[in-house]
């Protein structure tokens, strides 16, 4: 191959051929990730020194044990948000899915599981806003903390400050997967992948949606469980 | 070229790796669910922290398996993990950095900043809920009371 030549004669990059064998888009969209990543690991890192650096934290099964229509002092601790960690797998399930329809050219799958994605992401953004609700109501917001810690001791706002700033902005990025998936599920519909012969679209949408599943997983284990 | 680029990923990652996969992560969360429960309430420490370990270890899998399967990394070319996976590992190092930190900031107080240990040992009672606790609050003795104004001062 000419490139291979060049190579050897200038020692420099000269193009050509793409190494990583990914488009642009994609490439690009890991990059981002990688990225974005580094907020939100920079965001739980912050959580996790604030907390080392405290004698005492709420204690998670004592703060998170409300369920919808659940009666008033129902001790349930960690179910809903186990129901909140199914949907997110199985939207993410859904959307592999839909990324493998396109591989398949098959319009009718990939907009099947297109819908069926959107529905799990609109269900989980559903579940949280319910636990803010519920949150505020028993007077949880930035800035104030109504929870004690586990030893019975007066607990600060980090709790408070951290749990919404960092779900917060883990639901916004699922807020603006959903977006991105309703303009795919348009796109799709409007044949537009079928003109350009590909649905490498659905994939770089499939790339944001997994890691949003994927920052869920150690938000979940940060704040509910650990 | 753009052809060969769509249909380079095909191999590998199948239906029945997708179900294979979701299978893995279900099981990996309920497992994650049943240490939870059991962490409830749990006397021994040193149990606590193990099972936490456990935890995060199990989060790492879950990680690992959405990143190379679903996201399809570990079916891409070796030089693009790289370049994913490589920065990543400076979290390492920041998560060893920060979390020794906090610790010998907790530490540093603890036996420097007699106002900070004397906060964290005084218990508080219990907020009124709806009025049901607002009787006991009431009968508790003076001294509970003037700290509990003291911390609330505090924030």
């Known amino acids: ?226 | 070229m753009s052809h060969t680029v769509g249909h380079e990923e095909t191999h590998g990652g199948g239906t029945s790796e997708i179900k294979k996969v979701t299978i893995i992560l279900s099981v990996l969360t309920i497992i994650e669910l049943v240490l939870g429960f059991w962490m409830i309430g749990m006397e021994s420490e040193g149990l606590r922290l193990a099972v936490k370990g456990t935890i995060i270890i199990l989060m790492l899998a879950k990680a690992f398996y959405i990143v190379g399967y679903f996201m399809h990394l570990k079916h891409e070319i070796k030089n693009l993990i790289m370049t994913i996976v490589v920065p990543l590992a400076l979290f390492i190092w920041f998560i060893i950095a920060f979390l020794a930190d906090g610790n010998s900031f907790r530490n540093l107080r603890n036996t420097y900043d007699p106002y900070f240990k004397e906060q964290s040992t005084i218990k508080v009672e219990k907020k009124a809920h709806g009025g049901t606790h607002g009787a006991a609050a009431s009968h508790a003795d003076s001294t509970t009371h003037e700290s509990k104004e003291a911390v609330e001062n505090k924030h």
């Open chain 1, 1 to 226: 191959m000419a490139t291979t030549t060049t190579a050897t004669t200038t020692k420099l990059w000269g193009g050509g051929k793409s190494p990583f064998n990914v488009e642009y888009g994609k490439l690009m969209m890991w990059y981002f990730l990688m990225s974005d990543a580094f907020t939100f690991g920079a965001f739980l890192i912050s959580y996790g020194t604030i907390r080392f650096s405290t004698n005492g934290w709420p204690d998670p099964n004592e703060v998170f044990k409300s369920f919808p229509f659940a009666p008033e002092g129902m001790n349930a601790p960690l179910v809903f948000v186990s129901i909140m960690t199914f949907i997110l797998i199985i939207s993410s399930v859904t959307m592999v899915l839909a990324v493998h329809a396109g591989h398949n050219m098959d319009k009718k799958g990939v907009v099947k599981n297109l819908v069926w994605t959107i529905i799990g992401g609109l269900a989980f953004l559903g579940c949280q806003a319910w636990e803010w609700n519920h949150l505020h109501h028993e007077g949880a917001w930035w800035g104030s903390n109504p929870f004690l810690n586990a030893d019975g001791t007066a607990s600060s706002t980090n709790f408070t400050n951290y749990f919404f700033t960092i779900t917060g902005f883990h639901g916004f990025h699922v807020f603006s997967g959903v977006i991105i998936n309703i303009v795919m599920l348009i796109m799709t519909l409007m044949d537009k992948f079928e003109q350009r012969g590909h649905y490498l679209m659905i994939e770089k949408a499939g790339l944001y949606w997994h890691f949003v599943d994927l920052v869920w997983v150690f938000v979940f284990t940060c704040f509910y469980l650990v």
